[in-house]
């Protein structure tokens, strides 16, 4: 079995950090739950480009990136057990040391990450954990398993045979030890 695990939105709580760049720089007070679907920026009318030129200054700020939730090594070991797991995240290349600092900080720079271009639903895994609505529906079209990772912006995306949302990654390991592996 191989998983690929996402980054941004399953494992680190970047958009926090990012609404919180924006916020202070527009005199706004948009929250978390406010972002409501994935390309949210539009509604704000500001470009792709501008969208991630603050995601670069959110990762710049990687201290201040909190995990999406507590005890992620021994939530990413469970998950192991499973088969293995890499780290897949399109982060582009200018946030990559960034990156790597936040994953050694929370215990996971030990981690196999996978740094991707292309559409992942064209990777080589089995089961995808991700916050993407675009990501999931692209990868149960390529006939493979998502734990959609329950996000504000993924709300509207509904559970099939091969997309099941979770609330934290414990529910990302039993629906793959149960539905997928049937164990």
């Known amino acids: 079995m191989k998983i690929a695990l996402d980054l941004d939105g399953v494992l680190a709580d970047s958009i926090s950090v990012w609404l919180m ?20 920026w539009k509604e704000l009318g500001i470009t792709s480009g501008e969208f991630h030129r603050i995601f670069y200054k959110a990762w710049k700020n990687w201290q ?15 998950l192991e057990e499973l088969g293995r797991v890499d780290i897949v995240t399109s982060r582009p290349k200018n946030t990559r040391t960034y990156v790597l600092k936040w994953l050694e900080r929370h215990g996971l720079g030990n ?62 390991y039993l629906f793959i030890k149960g539905h997928i592996l049937g164990r």
């Open 64 to 78: 201040l990136i909190q995990p999406t939730e507590p005890n992620l090594v021994s939530k990413v070991i469970m």
């Open 111 to 172: 981690k196999n990450i996978v740094f991707v271009k292309s559409n992942k639903s064209e990777l080589d895994y089995d089961v995808y954990i991700d916050d993407s609505p675009i990501n999931a529906e692209e990868i149960a079209s390529a006939g493979k398993y998502v734990a959609l990772y329950d996000r504000p912006w993924n709300r509207d995306v509904k559970d099939t045979d091969r997309i099941k949302r979770i609330m934290n990654l414990e529910g990302a």
């Open 21 to 40: 760049i924006w916020n202070a720089s527009k005199g706004s007070s948009l929250a978390l739950e406010d972002v409501k679907c994935w390309d949210f």
